[in-house]
């Protein structure tokens, strides 16, 4: 009897050692799993990314009520999203106030309404009004830069513009900008002066009508300086472009890639799909298809001083077709691959400068920059071009579906199983354990 009591004492003993054992470990060193389909209890990796970037203190105050009549108890839910973010940087603050019992504070902060989030961040503030990871996100990132940054385009004469909203207009790549913390203004050559010296990059897409001389000359000297350009280019005349082409070394190849990769997957033939990215800081971790509608093939010159880098080719059993023929003329069309991206680089008065030119306009307008990673391909470049390098993130994995459709016959034998199959098994098991004791 004796023993069988000191063998109890000792197992409970070495099970709360045990315990206290496991409760030590797990509190220094933590660890969770998220396993859940859609990881719906983690981030982004893009949101991590941006969070790694960040070294110093994160603070956030929301001005929100206690309960709300659709949510309850809404400073549980912030509590509990805020920790999503705390999981991978620790030194985020989270500060709840009440906008009715310290109306002062809120309107010391320029707070508006209830639920309103303030994030500050190196001295700087972001003010949000729906909470979720887009937009928590979409603030740190703007605070993450490192400094201001102007991206200007080039209008006056029928170009796309970066806050247009008809279906050539560039408006949603716009967008997608503005939430990455760059400010985007027009430039009107033939009245500014010159391009802007505090203007970080300078977009240029193709010009409805000629442009004059000067504005050109405004262009060349923009660039002579070191300034960095995206030039989205179609397979059209240039209209007074063509001393810039002859600045950046460029060979344009008339006429428009066919691709017959695109009439495989019900595509127009005249959209290239970008499928080959070349080693570079603006396609690393990029496995995106991308879209090239109505492009042309690019080219350069060799020993033109720039340094240059293939960044996308598409086509690689098609054409370039003069007459958009859709069958391949040996004696007319020339063969692909094709070249439909460039990043230039060169040093010009101890100034790192960066050129991307694209060989479709089209590729980031509003009709088309939702296929496949344009749009993050697009942001990609511009942070290149900033020279944001640490902003360029691998673009988010899509969503897996969540919902499970049964037909009626599987419903009925999962029906079948868990109401009198499985319980009976269990009854069967109990029995067979009842009469093996007696």
């Known amino acids: 009897m004796n023993n069988v009591w000191l063998r109890n004492f000792a197992f409970v003993v070495a099970l709360l050692a045990a315990s206290v054992a496991l409760y030590q470990l797990a509190a220094r060193l933590p660890a ?46 912030i509590r509990e999203f805020i ?33 309103e989030m303030v994030v500050e961040y190196a001295g700087r503030s972001e003010h949000i009004t729906t909470l979720n990871e887009q937009t928590l996100t979409s603030a740190l990132l703007r605070l993450a830069h490192s400094k201001d940054q102007l991206l200007m385009y080039v209008s006056g004469h029928g170009e796309r513009r970066l806050d247009g909203t008809a279906n050539f207009d560039l408006g949603e790549f716009g967008k997608r900008l503005q939430q990455n913390g760059y400010r985007i203004a027009p430039l009107n050559l033939t009245i500014a002066q010159d391009v802007p010296d505090n203007a970080n990059v300078l977009v240029i897409t193709q010009p409805q009508t000629n442009l004059f001389k000067g504005e050109t ?46 009439q495989e997957m019900n595509a127009p033939a005249d959209w290239t799909l970008g499928t080959g990215y070349a080693p570079h800081a603006i396609t690393q971790n990029f496995d995106l298809i991308t879209v090239f509608p109505f492009a042309r093939a690019l080219g350069m010159e060799d020993n033109h001083g ?52 694209v060989g479709s306009g089209s590729f980031l307008a509003n009709a088309y920059s939702g296929n496949g990673g344009n749009l993050d391909l697009g942001v990609n470049m511009v942070n290149w071009l900033a020279n944001e390098e640490r902003l360029i993130t691998i673009a988010p994995q899509t969503a897996k579906d969540g919902t499970l459709t049964l037909s009626k016959h599987q419903l009925t034998v999962l029906s079948v199983v868990l109401l009198v199959v499985l319980p009976l098994l269990l009854i069967g098991v109990g029995v067979w354990l009842w009469w093996r004791r007696r």
Do not use: C
């Not at 063969?335 to 030119?357: F, I, K």
């Open 217 to 262: 000359e405004k262009i060349l000297r923009f660039i002579e300086r070191g300034g960095n350009v995206l030039w989205l280019l179609d397979a059209e005349p240039l209209r007074g472009l063509e001393p810039v082409a002859e600045k950046l070394g460029l060979i344009l190849t008339p006429g428009v890639v066919i691709d017959p990769a695109a």
């Open 306 to 357: 720039w340094e240059r880098h293939i960044l996308v080719e598409g086509a690689m059993h098609g054409w370039v077709s003069t007459n958009h023929d859709q069958h391949f003329n040996k004696n007319r069309d020339i063969p692909g691959p094709v070249n439909l991206a460039l990043a230039l680089h060169r040093t010009v008065a101890d100034r790192d400068q960066r050129v991307v030119v």
């Open 32 to 77: 969770q799993w998220d396993v859940t389909q859609n990881k719906l209890n983690s981030l982004d990796k893009g949101s991590v990314d941006v969070l790694r970037q960040m070294s110093g203190e994160i603070r956030i105050t929301v001005y929100v009520a206690q309960q709300d009549a659709k949510f309850g108890d809404v400073r549980k839910l």
């Open 83 to 115: 920790a999503l973010y705390q999981r991978y940087k620790s030194d985020i603050s989270l500060t709840l106030v009440d906008p009715v019992k310290d109306a002062e504070a809120m309107r010391k902060a320029r707070v508006q309404g209830n639920g």
